[in-house]
T-cell receptor, first 116, second 117 residues
Framework: GAGVSQSPRYKVAKRGQDVALRCDPISGHVSLFWYQQALGQGPEFLTYFQNEAQLDKSGLPSDRFFAERPEGSVSTLKIQRTQQEDSAVYLC??????????????FGAGSRLTVL | AQKITQTQPGMFVQEKEAVTLDCTYDTSDQSYGLFWYKQPSSGEMIFLIYQGSYDEQNATEGRYSLNFQKARKSANLVISASQLGDSAMYFC??????????????FGKGTMLLVSP
């Protein structure tokens, strides 16, 4: 596609529910990042994929968070047993080459998760 | 650890005037890159400008320029001739050029810019 597409754009979940957030990166982009953006804050790194390999998951806040990119294109971020502190915008970004140097990340519009 | 500081929570500017958004950073690495992104109310982060730590000249992209002062570890964004459409959140971000083949972007907390007619 022309840009990074994320769905759903908005998700309301009851505490304890599982949610899945989808990211369609730009076709052919090798690198894919997930970021979490709390209200009034800058994005914070969650996890990084190079093709289908998850090379870094150091930013995932707990074992309730899980991400996958099984075929090296679409990625899903799954949050199990959601809690109120999980409420945030989840941003996906991709880049053509590795996520280093001057390579620019192209971001999606994000998925806004609200946990009641 | 990297740290980005944006001390201005909000800035106001009149249309057609220039505005400077401040960004200071902290890193022990010699090789790194600095980025500015714009985030309008729609939520998408839009890349504006990039400066490498070894670039000798300040980066410019149209109405955007980056005032890079390496010794002071500052990378301020200058927007000339502000337009109403410039109203948005602006984030400064940094990436160090590690040996792992990739590195993440570290973002500041952002500055909200409001442009008035």
């Amino acid at each position: 596609g022309a840009g990074v597409s994320q769905s759903p754009r908005y998700k309301v979940a009851k505490r304890g529910q599982d949610v899945a957030l989808r990211c369609d990166p730009i076709s052919g982009h090798v690198s894919l990042f997930w970021y979490q953006q709390a209200l009034g804050q800058g994005p914070e790194f969650l996890t990084y994929f190079q093709n289908e390999a998850q090379l870094d998951k150091s930013g995932l806040p707990s074992d309730r968070f899980f991400a996958e990119r099984p075929e090296g294109s679409v990625s899903t971020l799954k949050i199990q047993r959601t809690q109120q502190e999980d409420s945030a915008v989840y941003l996906c970004a991709s880049s053509l080459a590795g996520g280093y140097g001057a390579n620019v990340l192209t971001f999606g519009a994000g998925s806004r998760l609200t946990v009641l | 650890a990297q740290k980005i500081t944006q001390t201005q929570p909000g800035m106001f500017v009149q249309e057609k005037e220039a505005v400077t958004l401040d960004c200071t950073y902290d890193t022990s690495d010699q090789s790194y890159g600095l980025f500015w992104y714009k985030q309008p109310s729609s939520g998408e982060m839009i890349f504006l400008i990039y400066q490498g730590s070894y670039d000798e000249q300040n980066a410019t992209e149209g109405r955007y320029s980056l005032n890079f002062q390496k010794a002071r570890k500052s990378a301020n964004l200058v927007i000339s001739a502000s337009q109403l459409g410039d109203s948005a959140m602006y984030f400064c971000a940094m990436r160090d050029f590690g040996n792992s083949g990739y590195s993440t972007l570290t973002f500041g907390k952002g500055t909200m810019l409001l442009v008035s007619p």
